[in-house]
């Protein structure tokens, strides 16, 4: 597949640094003596062993005035963390450290990485209403071998959504001291990065190979084709990580609703991609949230289906292509919303990198679209599969450009849990689901009558 030269003439245009290469962690073709044989990955101790030391490399310092969220953004950022901890450790002139550790495994291998006294700081800010997408990062205290106390955030394995938790971390501590990286250490575990699948046990979900595969609002889903579509659930599969709805659609195709349990934040998701691509599935579609470029007024209104598909790192293409095999789109045309960007972080989404996203002429912007697309796109070039890729996406919010600081946004990512969001998301999830996913799964006439009468 070729990627679209409209695509490459609006980057030739707005003069975009590329990358030759993808800046992913995956899993090698041929074993070597570091990596873990089969039978040790699932021992903590074997995926944290080997350790790699992060720099913050291009993510940048933003201040409202630089990002797109404006004022907003201090309000999210002290959503996502423990603030009063961070701040009696910067009182007390404690270590923070950032590793990309599975929260349920840190008590596990902390001795191993010189952490005692390990305590756990209960940071759940939000009661758990969630059947999947519920596991966050945990924060801790505890204490290194020479005695010094630290504040430890462990993060699911990913180099997108350690370097987002860190970005978010350092945005704190520079709203109090102009010291931010010198206090903040961010730790990577290649080996638990590259074996993510096989350590959460995705096999598990006995996913069948020549199916569809759904990802993303799955609960919503699952409850749309119980009571409105009226289709008879064959078998469930559930374990730590994952829960996987099964059923076969009246064509004999075999379709699977997999909800993951964890973030599957940025690179998560590319890793979560290419096993499933691996496993034989033929079509993988994801149902999500995303935030709107073109129009204020898309929030909770438009409908997105992209595509183009662009991974950013900050200002630098990681890659572009276009052409992917996408039988939603062959069949809905008209919810073609052409190019879409996915970036590493929320903490980068600043009017450096607006302005870039406006040229390449994208209409939406989020954390893994384009990665998944991407995926599959190297997945079909190396096997000859066809395997197709679909996204339906609402905005959450508006990613304001320069000349917007001060445009007023009711609805962004630091209230998307008020009453008046959730009725919102509601209302474009049922549209997703009624006028469009139903029909495309050979469910039209039910789903028809159940919208009309809605």
């Known amino acids: 597949m070729k990627r679209d030269s409209t695509l490459r003439r609006a980057m030739k245009v707005a003069d975009v640094p590329t990358s030759p290469h993808r800046r992913r962690v995956t899993v090698p073709a041929r074993r070597n003596d570091s990596w873990p044989s089969r039978d040790s990955w699932n021992d903590p101790a074997t995926l944290y062993k080997v350790s790699h030391r992060e720099s913050w490399g291009t993510l940048p310092v933003c201040r409202p005035l630089d990002h797109t969220m404006f004022h907003a953004l201090d309000e999210y950022v002290a959503q996502k963390l423990p603030t009063e901890a961070l701040y009696e450790a ?7 450290e ?22 756990s700081l209960n940071t759940e800010k939000h009661p758990r209403s969630k059947v999947y997408n519920f596991i966050r990062p945990g924060f801790f205290t505890a204490r290194r071998s020479h005695g010094e106390e630290v504040l430890v955030a462990a993060v699911v394995p990913g180099r997108d959504y350690v370097r987002h938790y860190a970005g978010l971390v350092r945005h704190f501590v520079h709203m109090h001291t102009s010291s931010a990286e010198e206090r903040i250490e961010i730790h990577r575990y290649p080996v638990a990065d590259g074996t993510l699948p096989r350590w959460s046990r995705l096999d598990e979900m006995r996913i069948p190979a020549g199916g569809t595969v759904i990802v993303g609002y799955v609960d919503e889903v699952a409850r749309t084709l119980r009571q409105a579509c009226g289709l008879e659930l064959l078998e469930s599969h559930q374990n730590d990580s994952y829960g996987a709805l ?91 919303t052409h190019c879409h960007i996915s970036v590493p972080t929320v903490i980068e989404e600043d009017y450096v990198q607006r302005k870039l996203v406006t040229d390449l002429g994208a209409l939406s912007i989020d954390n893994e679209i384009s990665q998944m697309a991407a995926t599959v796109h190297q997945h079909n070039a190396l096997t000859g599969q066809r395997t197709s890729f679909s996204a339906l996406h609402f905005a959450t919010d508006y990613v304001r450009s320069s000349r917007e600081r001060s445009l007023s946004c009711p609805l962004d990512l630091s209230n998307n849990r008020t009453r008046v969001a959730r009725s919102k998301k509601e209302a474009v999830l049922r549209r997703i689901l009624h006028q469009y996913l139903c029909p495309y799964l050979g469910l039209e006439a039910v789903a028809q009558a159940s919208h009309r009468s809605a």
């Open 98 to 119: 950032v590793h990309g550790i599975h929260p349920a495994h840190l008590p596990t291998v902390a001795p191993n990485l010189g952490l005692h006294e390990l305590r």
């Open 90 to 96: 910067l009182l007390q002139g404690h270590r923070i």
């Open 246 to 336: 099964h059923y076969r659609l009246a064509n004999g195709r075999p379709l699977t609703l997999l909800g993951v349990k964890f973030s599957f934040w940025g690179s998560i998701s590319a890793a979560l991609t290419r096993a499933l691509c691996q496993q034989g599935v033929d079509e993988l579609i994801y149902i999500g949230k995303l935030g709107a470029l073109d129009r204020p007024e898309d929030v909770y209104s438009r409908i997105f289906s992209p595509s183009q598909f662009v991974v950013l790192d900050h200002r630098e293409v990681v890659e572009a292509v276009s052409g992917i095999p996408n039988r939603l789109l062959d069949r809905f045309p008209e919810l073609d």
